[in-house]
């Protein structure tokens, strides 16, 4: 029971911390953070019991889910490059790295071992770094690389941790077959994710009703994760496949409903789960000071070097990664978006927090090896993954909207004005030739035939007003007063109407299904 108040008490704020978060300009995600460090504190408060062979299955795939909701895959084949640099090279560096300093600074630490803890804290989290960046307002090229390298660097990390766990629980390694571990991983996983997203594509289309059709996406992520898995597989990788699947091949232009629908209810998922892990990353950290009883004062300055390597070669490798990037941009004119100053550069690098995939692999280390010892370091390399946990994701994410200010860097308006304006012009002309390949067929009387021509042409001037010249814009101007005073007035009259129907609830021979039918009935066309 206890443990169930303390997940509700965590739900709770999950809720609570996103208009905090936005009044506080600070990431809700760090506030959850904080809020699960203070619970811990709290000697009432119950130890967490969440088996750690489950926290990758239950959090990754909605999360990831929904993250690839908000981009697309031209954006992923138009930012390979320095995805690929972010996602796949600066993993195996920082991973190295880590590795190299942790082997020489903690007493005992195998390199194995160490490669296990430079593994799990090489991935800057990909829930952090989007739900961070999309709230400060950033340019939509740094958003994009971000979130490109959320996504993707757990895929690397994932696969090199199980590579180094299994060299140190068996104590050999061969780096053939963890080559071929890696490349069979991705074929799986991407094998997996095509095959289910095109079956979950076309049973879309069967089921057809909108709640139906929400329920299967939620089902979606969890089984695409663990069939890869049970396949040997990348289970992220295989989420991320099928959702970027059914994005570009199930999208339906007149599905209004399934669409709105879709959208509200993974928006609720992604901030419910994203506060639920990262509160959790709090509550673990009693846990993980409990690991360092008796030396702890030696463990934290083991902490503070690892941490400084971390942040320290994601400078280092940014630095010269982007300006290679941009010689190759310039020298080939690839359609591609990448930081165009340094003060993007020093944002970018500021934004590697780790988070719950670093957490949960931490918490999978397995506690013996094959011949019955017990794994090598475990409890220094947990208490060091915090140590980076905790100080790249609520010290860089209290200071990152800092920073940004500092910096100078947002959202190009100008550019975002004009790719709306562009598409007020196309959406209108569009419903335009329509309308004439409609009178092409059909005989419409002039007046409705008129009529039809206006709200064409409302349609981009409602997107975008910029769409119409100075005169045309103030005669549009008081027609959309107009308009506004008569949807108000309409709304009001559909609230009456609304409320007369919810009151028949409370009639004694009412039937609730046919109340909730006509209700559905005013509330879709109040919505249109």
Not at 11 to 21: I, K, Q
Not at 182 to 195: E, T
Request: aromatic share 8%.
């Amino acid at each position: 029971m206890a443990q169930l108040a303390l997940l509700l008490v965590l739900l709770l704020g999950a809720v609570v911390t996103v208009p905090l978060g936005e009044r506080l300009n600070l990431p809700s995600p760090v506030l959850m953070t904080l809020l699960g460090i203070v619970l811990a504190l709290l000697p009432f408060v119950p130890n967490v019991e969440v088996p750690p062979d489950l926290i990758l299955p239950l959090v990754l795939p909605p999360l990831l889910y929904a993250a690839v909701q908000r981009t697309s895959w031209r954006q992923f084949t138009a930012n390979l490059r320095p995805i690929f640099l972010l996602a796949v090279a600066l993993v195996f560096v920082t991973m190295a790295a880590v590795a190299t300093v942790a082997n020489s600074v903690v007493p005992g630490l195998p390199l194995a071992a160490a490669f296990v803890l430079g593994a799990l804290v090489a991935p800057p989290d990909p829930v952090a770094a989007t739900a961070v960046a999309g709230s400060l307002g950033l340019p939509r090229r740094l958003v994009s690389i971000l979130e490109g390298e959320g996504l993707f660097n757990d895929v690397t990390a994932i696969v090199l941790y199980h590579v180094a766990i299994a060299a140190v629980v068996s104590g050999t390694f061969s780096w053939p077959r963890a080559a071929g571990t890696l490349v069979l991983s991705a074929v799986v996983a991407v094998v997996v994710g095509v095959v289910l997203g095109w079956l979950s594509n076309k049973l879309m289309a069967l089921l057809g009703d909108a709640p139906l059709q929400v329920g299967l996406t939620l089902l979606v992520p969890f089984v695409s994760y663990v069939l890869a898995e049970e396949m040997h597989g990348s289970g992220v990788l295989a989420v991320l496949t099928t959702a970027l699947f059914l994005a570009e091949h199930s999208a339906d232009a007149d599905d209004v409903m399934g669409r709105l629908a879709g959208n509200t209810f993974w928006e609720v998922v992604d901030f419910l789960v994203t506060g639920i892990a990262f509160g959790l990353i709090g509550l673990e950290l009693h846990n993980a000071f409990g690991t360092a009883d008796g030396h702890l004062g030696e463990t934290l300055g083991w902490s503070a070097v690892v941490v400084g390597v971390v942040v320290g070669v994601r400078l280092l490798w940014l630095l010269p990664a982007v300006w290679v990037t941009k010689r190759l941009h310039k020298l080939r004119d690839y359609d591609e978006e990448i930081p165009v100053s340094w003060r993007e550069t020093v944002i970018m690098w500021w934004a590697g927090m780790r988070g719950v995939a670093s957490v949960a692999l931490a918490l999978a280390i397995p506690l013996k090896t094959d011949d019955g010892t017990p794994f090598p370091g475990r409890e220094e390399i947990i208490f060091i993954a915090f140590a980076v946990i905790m100080t790249t994701l609520v010290f860089q994410g209290l200071t990152l909207p800092w920073l940004v200010k500092r910096l100078g860097v947002s959202a190009d308006i100008d550019a975002e004005r004009g790719f709306e304006h562009e598409l007020a012009v196309r959406a209108a002309r569009a419903a335009k030739r329509r309308l004439k390949e409609i009178e092409e067929v059909e005989e419409l009387p002039e007046e409705l035939s008129e009529r039809l021509a206006r709200g064409a042409f409302d349609i981009g001037a409602r997107i975008s007003p910029d769409v119409v010249d100075d005169e045309r814009r103030d005669w549009f101007a008081k027609r959309s007063q107009r308009v506004k005073t008569l949807q108000r007035i309409q709304r009001e009259m559909m609230s009456a109407a609304r409320h007369e129907v919810l009151s028949a609830r409370r009639e004694p021979n009412a039937n609730p299904e046919v109340v909730d039918r006509v209700l559905r009935y005013l509330d879709v066309h109040s919505m249109r």
